[in-house]
């Protein structure tokens, strides 16, 4: 009899095949995420559990699985909805989806900074409400982008691929906080690590790329908006939990910063009667970040090859404690540059 597993929702067929090699494979076919039930009856029994960022994946669910639960694949690079410590405790290897959406998700970010400077947003509703009237010399004014300054809030992989489009693009300069020293990319951007507050009080674009911990759960509240300029744009691609809402909302609609960008939010969906909503300078779309072909074929890939690897009792390539596991990150270099100048088709 072949080991089971569980995928929590449809995913590319380059990874499912990969999986239904192997494995006696059950995939979540409906269109909204499985509840808490539906995912905790559904593991019982499995060797491995493909899960998304809308699935908390908590002791509970791995206990509910049973012993034999070997490994847990994140579908995305985030793994927040994880509780890796009792994965730990538990012996279940956990990994995710680094470096091919890392474009992808960069783009997105960009995407977001220009329609925050530029006013997309008011100006596809003025043409959609009719009101587009005349070619009007005031109106719609945004804000250029070369040669301002980009503040980039953790510089790791999206951070880094953000700072060079907006560089080789738009000329800007660079500037940025992390938790560790960077001599590597304070050479590549003639720049060296600032404070948060000096990179507030710096930037014109502020642009979030810190996954989401205890340190960096709502970094950007009254506080930090209170430093920024009132013509800072900020863009937030990383987790939506990095931003004080509330704060956000007084800071957008009391024009205290200019533009706000949103790719997440806190939580998903925003509520119907979120605020956030009707606020012109705030462009919102839904977590669309890692959502192109080539980047959603190379995650299932992936997810898929951590769990051939952790039912197989090996390492896993793509885990997320990686920076503790050589082995694991040397085949982890080895996927990615065999993968990073492909089709998007592997
Ligand atoms: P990464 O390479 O691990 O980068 C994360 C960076 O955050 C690291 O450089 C880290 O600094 C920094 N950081 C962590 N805590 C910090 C703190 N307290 N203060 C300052 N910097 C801090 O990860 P990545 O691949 O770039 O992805 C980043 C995040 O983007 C993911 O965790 C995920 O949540 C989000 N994401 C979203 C989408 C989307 O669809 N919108 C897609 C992909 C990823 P050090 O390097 O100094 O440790």
Redesign the pocket.
């Known amino acids: 009899m072949r080991n089971k597993i569980f995928v929590a929702r449809i995913i590319p067929d380059a990874g499912l095949q990969l999986l239904r090699q192997q494995f006696d494979v059950d995939v979540w076919q409906e269109f909204l995420p499985p509840n808490r039930e539906a995912i905790l009856s559904r593991v019982k029994g499995v060797v491995g559990l493909l899960s998304l960022l809308s699935d908390r994946i908590d002791a509970e669910v791995m206990d509910a699985a049973g012993p034999q639960l070997r490994g847990i694949a994140n579908f995305?690079?985030?793994y927040?909805n994880i509780d890796v410590a009792a994965a730990v405790e538990r012996g279940i290897a956990v990994g995710n989806t680094?470096d091919v959406?890392?474009d992808a998700?960069a783009d997105?970010a960009v995407g977001l900074v220009l329609a925050a400077a530029r006013h997309f947003q008011a100006s596809i509703l003025q043409v959609r409400s009719l009101q587009w009237k005349t070619w009007e010399p005031m109106g719609l004014l945004g804000h250029d982008l070369n040669g301002k300054t980009l503040g980039i809030?953790?510089?790791?992989?999206?951070?880094a691929a953000v700072a060079r489009k907006l560089v080789g693009g738009w000329g800007m300069r660079v500037v940025y906080?992390?938790?560790?020293p960077?001599p590597e990319i304070d050479h590549e951007f003639n720049t060296t690590q600032v404070s948060m507050d000096d990179l507030l009080a710096q930037s014109d674009v502020i642009s979030l790329?810190?996954?989401?911990?205890e340190?960096?759960k709502h970094?950007i509240g009254d506080r930090e908006f209170a430093l920024m300029k009132p013509n800072a744009i900020l863009v937030n691609?990383?987790?939506g939990g990095v931003i004080d809402q509330v704060a956000l909302y007084k800071a957008l609609k009391s024009k205290s910063i200019f533009a706000a960008g949103l790719?997440?939010t806190d939580p998903e969906p925003l509520p119907n009667d979120s605020p956030l909503r009707e606020l012109e300078n705030c462009t919102i779309l839904p977590?669309?970040?890692?959502a192109t072909v080539e980047a959603r074929d190379r995650m299932s890939v992936m997810a898929a090859q951590n769990l051939i690897a952790a039912s197989a009792g090996q390492p896993i390539p793509f885990s997320v404690r990686r920076v503790l596991d050589p082995i694991a990150n040397q085949i982890g270099q080895r996927f990615n540059a065999k993968f990073s100048h492909g089709s998007g088709s592997p």
């Not at 906080?177 to 560790?180: A, E, G, Y």
């Not at 790329?209 to 911990?213: F, I, Q, R």
Request: charge should be positive; hydrophobic fraction near 30%.
């Open positions: 995305a690079v985030g927040n680094p959406l890392t998700t997105t809030v953790g510089m790791g992989r999206i951070g906080t992390s938790r560790s960077k790329h810190t996954d989401l911990n340190q960096t970094m691609t990383a987790r790719d997440v977590h669309i970040g890692s």
